[in-house]
């Protein structure tokens, strides 16, 4: 069963000018999610610079949220780790919080076999109840979770339910759809390929575009899985300008700069990511007021 279908933010985390976590406006932007249909929120994943907080702040930003959010819509921890002791110990944690879900990226940089993935991931799954999403984000990772690994965790380990495809390669999307034939939920992790995951039968997005444009997020899904592939057409098209912005710097710097445009105090990311170019942040300026957004 799915832990949520639609539009799952993958949560930007706005920090002081010191660099510590601004809770002020991530309260303000928990609630912005709140009242434009956010279907899920996922915390302290990549878009959350999670590689540059400590786990003391990591674990206190998923506990504010699940405290926050009181079991309205689904909360999803980010807690996967190269490291497979540290991803069951920060899983662990996240559950006893009364977290919906985790979201548990492939190994990085050490990588690993695909035999390895499947020892890697069974054994956080095995380690906690609550479901888990697997995350495949090869150009970030240098690992990529085959289709054939991603069905077979799917099969045999109960609580690995999904899997968040950011492969950028629609074919993998399709083949990880053929060969688990419902039996693993599929969420677009590329803001330009919602339409395209959800017609081969995705069930949402875990998606960057939502920090800003939240409901037309959840409406270009929703209207994916009512069958109005026309209107999520449409909406896919006319975002895709923003999208290129948004990504024309790696992950998060363009949406905590666009946030920053649309007067929440999201801050600047840590190093080593650096804030936004003048010449890439008067582009997406560009794109943030063709789309309405300031």
Do not use: W
Not at 70 to 94: C, D, F, L, Q, Y
Not at 202 to 212: C, E, K, Q, R, Y
Request: proline share 5%.
């Amino acid at each position: 069963m799915s832990i949520f279908k639609g539009s799952g933010v993958a949560l930007a985390t706005p920090m002081k000018k010191d660099g510590s976590i601004n809770y002020q406006t991530l309260e303000e932007m928990l609630e912005l999610h709140l009242k434009n249909e956010t279907d899920a929120i996922i915390v302290c994943g990549t878009s959350g610079e999670a590689p540059t907080l400590d786990d003391d702040e990591h674990l206190e930003a998923v506990r504010f949220v699940i405290d926050y959010i009181k079991k309205r819509i689904p909360v999803i921890a980010g807690t996967g780790s190269n490291n497979t002791a540290h991803a069951i110990m920060m899983s662990e944690e996240v559950e006893k919080m009364g977290a919906d879900g985790v979201l548990l990226v492939a190994p990085y940089y050490n990588k690993a076999m695909q035999h390895g993935l499947i020892q890697h991931f069974t054994a956080i799954a095995d380690a906690i109840k609550i479901p888990c999403i697997l995350y495949n984000v090869p150009s970030r990772t240098g690992s990529n979770i085959l289709p054939e690994t991603a069905v077979s965790l799917a099969k045999n380990v109960k609580n690995i339910v999904a899997i968040k495809e950011a492969s950028g390669n629609i074919s993998q999307v399709a083949k990880v759809a053929q060969l688990g034939k419902g039996i693993i939920d599929i969420y677009s992790g590329n803001d330009d390929q919602i339409v395209p995951v959800c017609s081969l039968g995705g069930v949402g997005v875990i998606s960057v575009l939502a920090n800003v444009a939240p409901k037309e997020t959840h409406d270009m899904v929703y209207a994916c899985l009512n069958g109005d592939y026309k209107t999520a057409a449409d909406l896919q098209l006319k975002a895709l300008p923003l999208v290129d912005s948004l990504f024309c710097e790696v992950n998060p710097i363009p949406v905590k700069a666009a946030l920053e445009m649309m007067g929440i105090k999201a801050g600047a990311p840590r190093l080593p990511l650096t804030e936004m170019l003048p010449e890439n942040k008067e582009r997406l300026q560009k794109e943030m007021k063709a789309f309405g957004l300031i």
